[in-house]
């Protein structure tokens, strides 16, 4: 057993496929497919159901997939300690960000992070939190940056960054705006969510963490909202407000005095979450992604403070 078979059995277990995991690996199906019978011959036993439509790992199959997870996992976890030491700056950092926030804070963080380690490969994925989580809790991702509540936090490990507080936002046009009332804890006006009850709204798709968040709140205020758009954006839901469309719940992160026919108001109980890094529970923490941690924490204590 090398590497580069433990590679190989986790790649056809990701893409389902062994033509589509040999595109992926530079190889050809034929010769993919004689490397993983020679293993199977060596171990006396499958590791996938194979048929037309694709193939699955037998029970066989995800024993060895976990274990080769393990292996190469421990194999970089010893390589960045062993770097660490030696206070090398080469190596692989793969790092995700969420849709919208990670944009601005990678383009932000990057350039000072470049400066610190030039010869290090950072490889950046912009993924869901969801997709993060997985891609973590399968050694397929060194570190997240996500945004997420307290119950919707997996196993592993959690840094606290920041925290966001969700905005409501309407047409400056409608009416109801001018129900806001002054509130103590904000520089914002204070709207109940429960005054739009008849008002359409647009929210975030349902497999988005935002969406669990924005759906406690509707239930708290035993609210059923008036859905007319969902969308992976929350740029779309601020869109769509500009044009007198609907109102929507907004992370302060998009909070925009200047923009054209929309106001955002505090709500009463003004909910919050949390931004964080996340990295797999037992792994270890190497210098440079301790070192982009903190980049990404100065980057957010910068915007909280303006």
Not at 91 to 119: A, D, N
Not at 182 to 196: N, Q, T
Not at 270 to 275: A, G, L, N, S, V
Not at 288 to 306: M, Q, T, V
């Amino acid at each position: 057993m090398n590497l580069r078979e433990l590679e190989y059995v986790i790649k056809i277990a990701e893409e389902k496929s062994f033509t589509k995991a040999a595109e992926k690996l530079f190889l050809t199906p034929s010769a993919l497919n004689q490397q993983i019978s020679r293993i199977e011959k060596e171990l006396g036993i499958p590791l996938f159901y194979r048929s037309r439509t694709g193939c699955i790992p037998t029970e066989a199959g995800e024993i060895y997939i976990r274990s080769a997870q393990d292996m190469i996992r421990q194999k970089k976890q010893t390589y960045d300690q062993i770097q660490d030491m030696a206070n090398s700056q080469k190596g692989i950092l793969s790092v995700g960000f969420p849709p919208e926030h990670g944009t601005s804070m990678f383009t932000s963080v990057y350039p000072k992070f470049h400066t610190q380690y030039p010869q290090l490969s950072l490889r950046a994925y912009e993924n869901s939190v969801h997709q993060q989580q997985k891609l973590i809790a399968s050694g397929n991702l060194d570190l997240g940056f996500v945004t997420l509540l307290d119950w919707q936090k997996t196993s592993d490990e959690y840094l606290h960054i920041a925290k966001e507080e969700l905005l409501l936002a309407l047409p400056s046009s409608n009416p109801i705006c001018r129900k806001a009332v002054y509130s103590e804890r904000s520089s914002l006006r204070e709207l109940d969510l429960i005054l739009l009850k008849n008002e359409p709204f647009a929210l975030m798709y349902k497999e988005s963490t935002i969406y669990g968040w924005v759906d406690s709140i509707f239930r708290k205020c035993n609210m059923v909202p008036n859905v007319l758009f969902e969308t992976t954006r929350n740029i779309t839901i601020l869109n769509m407000i500009s044009h007198n469309l609907c109102c929507g719940l907004i992370p302060d992160f998009y909070y925009d005095p200047h923009l054209d026919n929309v106001s955002f108001f505090c709500l009463p109980e003004h909910p919050t979450w949390e931004i964080a890094a996340t990295y797999k529970k037992g792994s270890y923490l190497s210098k440079p992604a301790k070192a982009f941690i903190h980049l990404a924490s100065e980057y957010w204590n910068r915007r909280n403070s303006l």
